[in-house]
């Protein structure tokens, strides 16, 4: 009989980190070590521009082209350095093009970050289970708030990550972080 365990989602994937680390990340498997990484890899944080508008950018600082994230598989999400350098995912949609729409990996329960499980269609938090729909909202506890999002806009091949403090269009109610 085959005792080896079965891992039903193996810890942050070695490319999750280093696309990250060179660029951008590709959220595919599930993991805690994440948490990690989110916790030391955050780079300097930047002056901001219109509207507290800043320019993705990877762990070491340096801007991530449009170009780049978009050639990553439709429905993936990429995970770049957004406003105060935290950790943010956006989504590469099915044309090739990016949602409007970016979303803070930090759980509202108790901070962690967290990585999209594909399969599951869920970001699923490590710490203590709490899983979110793709477009933030809580699926299941311990997490009791929506995740942040913030407005993502592409030009000049630049990507332009800035604060959302309109009406939540998941709840249709004045953002909880604003
Ligand atoms: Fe995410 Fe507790 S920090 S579930």
């Not at 280093?18 to 993991?31: Q, Y």
Request: contains cysteine; hydrophobic residues 40%; glycine residues 10%.
């Amino acid at each position: 009989m085959d005792t080896s365990l079965q891992i039903e989602s193996p810890s942050l994937s070695r490319r999750q980190l280093l696309n990250f680390i060179t660029g951008a990340t590709v959220a595919a498997t599930a993991g805690s070590a994440l948490y990690v990484a989110g916790k030391f890899f955050i780079p300097p944080v930047e002056k901001t521009g219109a509207g507290g508008a800043i320019v993705a950018k990877d762990i070491l600082g340096n801007p991530i082209p449009a170009t780049q994230i978009l050639a990553e598989e439709p429905g993936s999400r990429a995970l770049v350095a957004g406003v105060g350098g935290e950790p943010t995912y956006l989504i590469v949609k099915e044309d090739h093009t990016l949602d409007s729409i970016g979303i803070l990996d930090n759980c509202t329960h108790l901070g962690c970050t967290f990585p999209w499980n594909p399969n599951d269609q869920q970001f699923q938090c490590p710490c203590h289970g709490s899983r979110y729909a793709p477009d933030g909202t809580v699926v299941r506890g311990p997490a009791p708030l929506p995740l942040k999002i913030f407005h993502i806009a592409v030009i000049d091949n630049s990507i332009l990550i800035s604060p959302w403090t309109e009406t939540d269009p998941r709840t249709g109610e004045k953002p909880w972080w604003v």
